[in-house]
């Protein structure tokens, strides 16, 4: 197994080398990354923020751009898919939509270009500043694309519920409280769109991740996994997946699968509700 | 294999039997059903009746009682699929609402105890005669059921809509006229609920009904099919109706399937709509 695909730094490693970076609240320093202490917050989490000229640079280079944020409902999401219109991941989102309240805690379990982080944080940040959305990621490119497309396309108050974590997705339960609910924790497997597609998530972490998240996830939750399989390593993915699905006890869950037959490639998606 | 499993009779042996029985219309007439040509269509349709003396007995028999008739919105039965309150049926059921229209033709491939029968006709049934029914089914009981469900359950222009054959799945295209173009054929597999559990649809007949099916399913429709895996031979229709599906070419069919994977007997609703 390439040593690429396993998370390659223990969190405390990670925690060490931010404060190092840059320890207290800043904007237009050098350094891609301020790292912070949120005054409001009674909680020490750290963010990663994006100042506006490393914005314009990041814009320069092949970054992804600023999108209208549309999400389906549930029913146009679903007569899209079935008619091959719409993809697995507007399903994922749309039925987050009916999960996710205003105010909750949720997790992207691995943010890539941070689509799904932004939709997460337009359900969840609300003004009065309840709302949190964790963005976990092990390769920084894909902060850093996620920083820049939260910069564009969200408003202060919205930009605050969030903290991005350059961190492995089998760490969360060393990065989100566990006095915390979690309301819905979301993974996007395989590799990050536009980089380097050697570089996937793997099924002996993805597992140790699904694990986790089970564990903070709150009653009434949901963990939305899509995996992709068209790429070597994938079909091992899928099967942790399943595997990881199948035990869990149906008293106590709900997990099914949408998958596509006659597009073998085609994205699944693993839906697991915690009753 | 059991004999009984499989389509027992030719479907000229069908026609001719039923020809001899009641070649005009009738009701009130001692055998259980009247088969006539309904003098307002210009296609020569065979249609089965009940009439209320007999109703009053499959009444009074364990037959099904009036239901009423509640078919949920798409957010709602996926939501509820995902959380564990929703069937698979009334997922598919609630995306059929979304494909069919009023005056549509449309196949219930396996009636069974007449449900989603029932729920076809209400789709598609208009006042002004059109909107058309096929019910199909192997078993004798089945059609009772359904005829006497309708009967309790419909006006007098839905079940004018309904034709009703007891005849296997698998024989559909030699029913129903090719220049009719079908919306939605329903298969729902396995065994007559109440019934024989013995005598199930099985692997063999049901890929040539689903071959039938796709050959007269019209642009834009749908072939909806839940499998049942908990009786023995229900893994086997599984693999076949999965084969076939992937079998569909992906620029003309989408392929799909719903499945819970920690419920190993929880039914599968596979779907599978033209382009």
Redesign the interface.
Known sequence: MNSHYNCFRPFSHFIMETLTLAPFPSRGISSRYSLFRRPSSRRNFWRAQTTVSELANLEAQSGPKPIPLEIS???EA??G????RRKATEVAQA?WK?VVHRGDTVIDATCGNGHDTLALVKMVADKLGKGCVYGLDIQQSAIDNTSSLLEMSTEEHERKSVQLFNVCHSKMDEIIPKENPVRLVAFNLGYLPGGDKTLITVPHTTEMALRAASKLLDS?G?ISIIVYVGHPGGRDELEIV?AF??????ET????????????VAPIL??L?K?
């Open positions: 409902s549930v029913e679903l007569m898919f079935i008619s091959g039925v009916n009434k949901l399943e699905t199948s035990s869990l006890p149906a869950w709900v997990g099914c699968k949408f998958q596509m037959l006659n597009r073998p693993v839906l509700f009753k």
